[in-house]
């Protein structure tokens, strides 16, 4: 199911009237204090890619929170889960790629849900940990 086709009945099932793709064919929605980017790969692949961004570090202390960062990944849930990666502006994120080659709503849906999941226990895992850097203000509405 393309990504243009996923986000009207995305829109539908969580009661979202306002959940529309912005010219690129993207959106963002946001479950409880989780936002998700939803990002369609180039023309031509039936994939999308999810984003979240659970917390911020300190750039200061970028290199030194590098390493745990990257070491938390949830490399346990196999190839093509959720990886946490760290971007330019110093924000925390975790990010999926969704190949929907002949997937029907449901099971999009379904793999969307889980990873709604693991952002947010990310963000509770991050706003707990012993590395004082990391904030989970990440300032979207």
């Given at each position: 199911?393309?990504?243009?086709?996923f986000?009207?009945?995305?829109?539908?099932?969580?009661?979202?009237p306002?959940?529309?793709?912005d010219?690129?064919?993207?959106?963002?929605?946001?479950?409880?204090?989780?936002?998700?980017?939803?990002?369609?790969r180039?023309?031509?692949?039936?994939a999308?890619?999810?984003?979240?961004c659970p917390?911020?570090?300190?750039?200061?202390a970028?290199a030194?929170?590098?390493?745990p960062?990257?070491?938390?990944n949830?490399?346990?849930?196999?190839?093509?889960?959720?990886?946490?990666?760290?971007?330019?502006?110093?924000?925390?994120?975790?990010?999926?790629?969704?190949h929907?080659?002949?997937?029907?709503?449901?099971?999009?849906?379904?793999?969307?849900?889980?990873?709604?999941?693991?952002?947010?226990?990310?963000?509770?895992?991050?706003?707990?940990?012993?590395?004082?850097t990391?904030?989970?203000?990440?300032?979207?509405?």
């Amino acid at each position: 199911m393309p990504l243009s086709d996923f986000i009207p009945q995305l829109a539908s099932a969580l009661r979202l009237p306002a959940l529309v793709a912005d010219r690129d064919g993207a959106c963002a929605f946001r479950v409880g204090e989780v936002t998700v980017q939803l990002i369609p790969r180039p023309a031509g692949e039936d994939a999308f890619v999810a984003r979240a961004c659970p917390a911020h570090v300190d750039p200061v202390a970028r290199a030194a929170t590098l390493e745990p960062l990257l070491a938390a990944n949830f490399f346990g849930n196999g190839v093509g889960g959720p990886v946490l990666g760290l971007d330019a502006q110093d924000a925390v994120f975790l990010t999926q790629h969704f190949h929907a080659n002949g997937l029907g709503f449901e099971a999009l849906f379904t793999a969307l849900e889980r990873f709604v999941v693991h952002a947010a226990e990310c963000r509770g895992l991050l706003a707990h940990t012993a590395m004082p850097t990391l904030s989970t203000h990440h300032g979207y509405a």
